[in-house]
């Protein structure tokens, strides 16, 4: 069975919101195959036994992942769009994910391994067939092929989660992947940089794939802020550690110090102390931790009080979007920190290419007009500021999507990882969690209100 990261995409496949309506047909068709591509890795690279088995509460048998993500395929796509007669109605209830919480769906009369395989293939042949015959303008739903990219999302959606859950399965390594790219050219890289005050536009009315949550585009005055250049390395978090900041219920809010308190938290997740070193399990390696990565597997909480301590703070969602879209020489608003384009290996740290994130100040090329490295990849990044509707929201094509999560239960993420496909990651994407999760690979980078005149 093969364990090598999916295929790279195409060199250059060009802006979504310029492409030709049959360019985008066959860009729809390139994802889809790409992405079932990732699907295979990851549940081909483990026996049956594992496939079946719930490696933790927090996630579901990556077999149900699998027949869930044919499922919501044949519901919209099949059924909705196509119109065609039903596959397997019987398991729509058994894979809606709202009715079944995760650490019930062990219990649950799911598919077989087989017989996920089959459902979803079966699925995706009436799918490709579907998509070449399927008028792409007319209907909102399947306009500029919307549908087609939603389902593309959702899968890559829960690729990155199944990867999470390999990060947290026990046993030997079945993953592959290469190194990431070290740091180059950072001398003179500041730790942090400047970003001046002033309205900018957020979000996005424009980009043919982009979720209801991202949506509509919207102008935003920001204050003048300062953020990290880089997220905040293993090495810095190590300094909070040492200095007793788990130790210390100052530098957490009264939520975070409660939760702290309650997981007996004292060092990201995955890390252990081995004498007078931080080793790391990272897909199955057991590995010292490298100081010069972002720090990866820290919940909300964790990031809060580690700002605090370094006498900063989060930035707000919107600091983090114009820091990593503003271009004050145009004025506008990019679909990327870089530019226009879609990502390259030279821009960003996505696909599931490597298992890990570069070392902080790589990719110069991804380099954002204030100056800030690594929004996009790497680790998604927490933020302050709760997950809520922009003005003007309107819930597309369902509420579950996004509207029944607003509210201050979740907190708002940004950028991407390196477990995420560039389909479901750009300038303006929205993720959003519990404050205390850690199993997904998240890090952060603080920012600061300046002093008046610090900047001159």
Sequence with gaps: MSTEPP?????????????????????????????????????????????????????????????????QEEIWLVRDV???????????????????????????????????RSYVGTVRDKVLDLLDSTPLEGRRLVDRAFAFGMIVQHEQQHDETMLATH??????????DVQPPSASEVDGLAPEVFVPGGPFVMGTSTEPWALDNERPAHRVHVDDFAIDSTPVTNAAFMRFIEAGGYEQPRW???????????????????????????????????????????????SFHEAEAYARWAGKRLPTEQEWEKAARYDPRSGRSLRYPWGDEDPSPEHANLNQRHLRPA????????????GARQL??????????????????????????????????????????????EAACRGTFRNWDFPIRRQIFTGFRCARTPRAGEFG
Aim: with cysteine.
């Design 7 to 71: 295929t790279e995409r195409p060199a250059s496949r060009g802006n979504l919101a310029e492409l030709g309506i049959e360019r985008l047909r066959s860009r729809a068709a390139e994802d889809l195959v790409r992405t079932r591509e990732r699907s295979a890795v990851l549940t081909d690279s483990v026996d049956d036994d594992d496939l079946v088995q719930q490696h933790s509460p927090l996630m579901s048998p990556l077999v149900w992942d699998l027949a869930h993500i044919g499922s």
């Design 82 to 116: 196509g119109g065609r007669e039903a596959v397997r109605p019987d398991i729509d209830d058994l894979y809606d994910a709202f009715q079944h919480p995760r650490s019930d769906r062990p219990q649950l009369p799911l598919l077989g391994p087989s017989e996920a």
């Design 167 to 176: 990060q947290l399965r026990k046993g030997a390594p079945v993953l592959t």
């Design 252 to 298: 957490w809010s009264e939520d975070g110090w409660a939760f702290r308190q309650r997981a007996e938290l004292s060092a990201p997740r995955f890390w252990r102390r081995d004498g007078d070193r931080w080793m790391r399990r990272r897909f199955g390696h057991v590995e010292p931790v490298p100081g010069d990565e972002p720090v990866m597997h820290v």
């Design 359 to 370: 070392p902080a100040g790589a990719y110069p090329r991804g380099e954002a007009p204030c």
């Design 376 to 421: 996009i990849g790497d680790v998604w990044e927490w933020t302050a500021t709760d997950f809520l509707p922009y003005p003007g929201f309107n819930a597309f094509p369902y509420r579950e999507y996004s509207e029944v999560f607003f509210g201050p239960d979740y907190k708002v993420l940004r950028g991407g990882s390196f477990g995420t496909d």
